[in-house]
C-alpha cells in the first residue's frame, strides 16, 4: 500500500511543475483539484480504516476537489480572464526553480530526524516541495487568481504533512481547519471580483496606491 | 455557561442576519454585547472547572484576554449604533454579522486548551474580519483588504505546520500525539528537541504576522488605515490579543521544556525590538493619522513581546499591558473615526483644530495620545514602567535603554502629527458635514478613557490577583 502512496506522492509533485509551467487559469485550477483529490485518497492507504478516516477522505474530497475549485474557477469565470500574463519571474525560471527546490527538499528530508516508519516514504519531501511551490506560485504572479492558487498549493503541502498525523488530530479541528480553509476561499473570490470591477483588472501590482510616501 | 459566550454572539449574528431594517439592526449588537460582557464578568469571578476531555477551560491568562475582548466589544457595539446611524447609505448586515461571528470566535479563543481548535478560532477571527475592512467598498480598501487576508492567511496557514511539527515531536518521542496544552506541557521535557525548535520558530512567525509583529507587519497600516474606526480598533485591541493569547500558549510549552524557552525569549526579544524600531521611524511625519495609530499598534506588540522575552517581573506588566493597550487603542480608533467623519479626511494637512471643531473628540483623541505613550496617571504607563524596571532590575541594561529611547523617540514622532491635528485653528475652507459629537459616539470611548484612568490611579485588587496568577501560569515564582 505504501508503494501506491509513494506513487501517488510523485503524481502530487509532478502537478506542481505542471502549475508552475502553465499560464493558462482554469488548467492550474483543475491541476490543483487533482491535487486535492490524491490528498483525500492518501490516509486511506497508510492508516488502518475507520469512519475517522472515512470522513477525513469524504471531506478533503469535497472541499480541495470539487467546491474550492468550483469557487475559484466561478471568480475566474466573473473576472473574465484566462491566463496568467507576464509574471514577475518567467514560467521557465520558476519551473527551474521549481526542479531546484523538489530536489532540495529531498536533500533535506533525508536529515531531518523522522520517526523510523517515516523514513522510507515520500510524506516529508512531498510535503516541502509543495510548501516551496506554492510559495514560488504566491510570490512570482501577478494575477490575484494565481495568488489564491499559491496559497491553496501551500494549504496542500501542509495538509501532506498533517496525513502523517492523521490519528492525533481530532475530527472537530480538521473539520474547522477544511470550513475555514473554505470560507477564506470564498471571500477571496468575491474580494476578487470587487477588484476586477474597481480596477477592470486583477493584476495585483496595479495596487498600489497604500503604501509610504 | 462557557459555551454561551460562543453561541450567543452566532445567535446575536442570526438575528442580524433575520432583521430587515438598517436603522434596527445595529441594536443587535449593544444588546448582546450586554448580555456577553455580564456573564464574562460572572464567568472570570466564578469559573467552571475544565471540561472532561480537557478542551475547555478558562485559566487566567484566557481571562485577561476575555476581559478586555469583552468591554471593548460592549465598547464598540454601542459607538457602532451612533456610527452607523450616519452611513445608513450602505447596508450593514454583513459589518453586524461580521463582527458577532468575530466575537464569537475571540470567545473560543481564549477558552480552548487545545491548540488545534485554537487554531481554528484565530482562522476564522482573520476571516471574519477581511469583510468587515472592506465596508467603504472603494479601491483603496479593496487593496488593504486584499493583503490582509493574504499575508494573515499564509501567515497563519505556517502557524499550522508549527503545530503539525509540534504534534509529530511528541510522535517522534514515542507519546501518543497530542495539541491539548496540559499532556503536552508534561511530556515537554521529553518531546523531540529538533522538532520542537523548528515548531517554535513557525508558530512564532505565524502567530506573530497575524500580531503583526514588525518585520511581518506589512499588512497593519493599509488595513488599519482603510478599516472604519469601530474595525480598527477590534483590530487593535481584539486581534492582536488573540494572536498574543496563541503566542502564550506556545510560551507556556517552551517554559515546561525546559530548554527552547531561552531560544523562544530571544527571539521574543530582538521581533519586539525591531517593531519599536520600525515604528519609531515611520511614526515620524506621518501625514495619515489612522496609518499613525496602526504604527503605535506595531509598537505596543513589539512592547509586549519584549514584556514576554524578558520574562520574571516583566510578564506581570506584559499582562496588564495587554488590557491596557488594547482599550486604549479603542479610544484612539474611535475617536479618529470621528474626526474622520467630521473632516471626510484623514491626514494632517486638512485636519487642523480638531479640538476647536469636535470638543469631546479631539479631547479624547489627545487624552488617548497621552495614555498610550505612556505618561500617567494613566495605565500604560504602570505596564510600561513594571516591563523596563524590570529590565533594569535584571540587568538587561542595552534592552532598558533601547525601550525607553524607542518610547522616546515614538512620543515625539506621534506627538508631531497629533498636536497640529487637535492644537490651533480649524481651517475655514473645510465644509460643514453633518457629523457633530452626539452621546452613541463619544460617550463609548469617554466611558473606556475612564477605565483607563482607573486603571492607572486604583487598579482593582481582583484584577491585580488575576493579573499575578497569570504571571505565575508563565513562571513566575508567586
Known amino acids: 500500500m505504501s508503494l501506491l502512496a509513494d506513487q501517488l506522492l510523485v503524481l502530487v509533485m509532478l502537478i506542481n511543475l505542471v502549475m508552475l509551467g502553465t499560464s493558462r487559469l482554469i488548467f492550474s485550477i483543475r491541476a490543483v483539484a487533482v491535487q486535492g483529490v490524491i490528498l483525500g485518497i492518501l490516509p486511506g492507504l497508510i492508516h488502518p480504516f475507520s469512519f475517522h478516516l472515512a470522513g477525513i477522505t469524504a471531506g478533503i474530497i469535497l472541499a480541495k476537489g470539487i467546491v474550492i475549485p468550483y469557487f475559484i474557477s466561478n471568480a475566474v469565470r466573473k473576472a473574465q480572464i484566462r491566463r496568467e500574463v507576464e509574471p514577475f519571474i518567467g514560467y521557465v525560471p520558476t519551473l527551474l526553480l521549481g526542479a531546484v527546490f523538489t530536489a532540495l527538499s529531498f536533500a533535506f528530508a533525508e536529515k531531518l530526524p523522522l520517526a523510523p516508519e517515516h523514513k522510507d516514504l515520500l510524506f516529508v519531501p512531498a510535503s516541502i516541495a509543495t510548501l516551496l511551490t506554492g510559495f514560488l506560485l504566491l510570490t512570482t504572479r501577478r494575477k490575484a487568481i494565481s495568488q489564491v492558487i499559491g496559497y491553496l498549493v501551500m494549504e496542500n503541502g501542509i495538509f501532506v504533512f498533517g496525513l502523517l498525523l492523521t490519528e492525533a488530530m481530532p475530527v472537530m479541528v480538521e473539520a474547522g481547519a477544511l470550513l475555514d480553509l473554505l470560507v477564506g476561499i470564498f471571500v477571496m473570490g468575491i474580494v476578487i471580483n470587487h477588484i476586477s470591477r474597481e480596477f477592470s483588472s486583477i493584476d495585483t501590482s496595479r495596487l498600489q496606491t497604500l503604501k509610504e510616501e | ?478
Open chain 2, 1 to 478: 455557561m462557557l459555551y454561551a459566550l460562543v453561541l450567543l454572539p452566532l445567535l446575536g449574528a442570526l438575528c442580524a442576519w433575520i432583521v430587515p431594517d438598517n436603522r434596527l439592526r445595529p441594536l443587535v449588537l449593544p444588546l448582546i454585547a450586554t448580555i456577553h460582557i455580564c456573564l464574562a464578568a460572572f464567568l472570570v469571578g466564578n469559573a467552571p472547572p475544565p471540561s472532561p476531555g480537557g478542551w475547555i477551560w478558562l485559566d487566567p491568562l484566557g481571562k485577561v484576554v476575555l476581559l478586555c475582548i469583552s468591554l471593548l466589544f460592549a465598547v464598540c457595539a454601542f459607538y457602532a449604533v451612533g456610527y452607523l446611524s450616519y452611513r445608513q447609505e450602505r447596508s450593514n448586515r454583513v459589518l453586524c454579522m461580521g463582527l458577532l461571528v468575530c466575537l464569537s470566535a475571540m470567545g473560543m479563543v481564549t477558552m480552548t486548551q487545545h491548540l488545534g481548535l485554537l487554531w481554528v478560532a484565530l482562522e476564522t477571527t482573520t476571516v471574519s474580519m477581511a469583510p468587515l475592512i472592506y465596508f467603504n467598498h472603494n479601491a483603496r480598501s479593496i487593496e488593504a483588504t486584499w493583503k490582509y487576508l493574504l499575508l494573515c492567511s499564509v501567515g497563519i496557514g505556517l502557524a499550522l505546520l508549527g503545530l503539525l511539527f509540534l504534534a509529530y515531536s511528541t510522535y517522534v518521542a514515542h507519546h501518543d500525539a497530542t495539541l491539548l496544552l496540559g499532556p503536552l506541557m508534561s511530556i515537554a521535557r521529553e518531546l523531540n528537541p529538533a522538532w520542537l525548535h523548528a515548531a517554535a520558530i513557525f508558530l512564532l512567525v505565524g502567530y506573530g504576522t497575524k500580531m503583526g509583529l514588525a518585520p511581518l507587519h506589512a499588512w497593519k497600516p493599509d488595513a488599519y488605515g482603510e478599516a472604519p474606526g469601530l474595525v480598527g480598533a477590534l483590530l487593535a485591541g481584539g486581534l492582536v490579543n488573540c494572536a498574543f493569547l496563541a503566542i502564550l500558549r506556545v510560551y507556556q510549552i517552551c517554559l515546561a521544556s525546559g530548554t527552547e524557552i531561552r531560544f523562544f525569549q530571544q527571539a521574543l526579544l530582538g521581533m519586539g525590538l525591531v517593531s519599536m524600531a520600525f515604528a519609531a521611524v515611520f511614526m515620524a511625519r506621518q501625514a495619515d493619522f489612522k496609518r499613525m495609530l496602526a504604527y503605535s499598534s506595531v509598537e505596543h506588540v513589539g512592547i509586549l513581546a519584549i514584556g514576554l522575552g524578558l520574562g520574571k517581573g516583566a510578564l506581570y506588566g506584559a499582562l496588564f499591558h495587554l488590557l491596557n493597550n488594547g482599550l486604549t487603542k479603542g479610544v484612539l480608533f474611535l475617536s479618529s473615526g470621528n474626526i474622520h467623519r467630521s473632516y471626510s479626511n484623514k491626514t494632517t494637512v486638512v485636519v487642523k483644530g480638531a479640538l476647536t471643531r469636535l470638543p469631546w473628540s479631539g479631547g479624547l483623541f489627545l487624552a488617548g495620545f497621552i495614555a498610550i505613550t505612556g505618561s500617567p496617571p494613566f495605565s500604560p504607563f504602570i505596564s510600561e514602567y513594571t516591563i523596563v524596571s524590570s529590565a533594569f532590575i535584571d540587568g538587561r541594561f542595552l534592552v532598558g535603554s533601547l525601550f525607553l529611547l524607542f518610547l522616546v523617540v515614538v512620543f515625539i514622532g506621534m506627538a508631531l502629527t497629533v498636536l497640529p491635528m487637535v492644537m490651533g485653528a480649524p481651517p475655514a475652507e473645510v465644509e460643514a458635514s453633518d457629523y457633530e459629537d452626539r452621546l452613541l459616539t463619544v460617550g463609548p470611548p469617554l466611558f473606556m478613557m475612564m477605565v483607563i484612568l482607573v486603571l492607572g490611579v486604583w487598579p482593582p485588587e481582583f484584577l491585580v490577583a488575576l493579573l499575578k496568577d497569570g504571571a505565575a501560569m508563565l513562571g513566575v515564582q508567586p
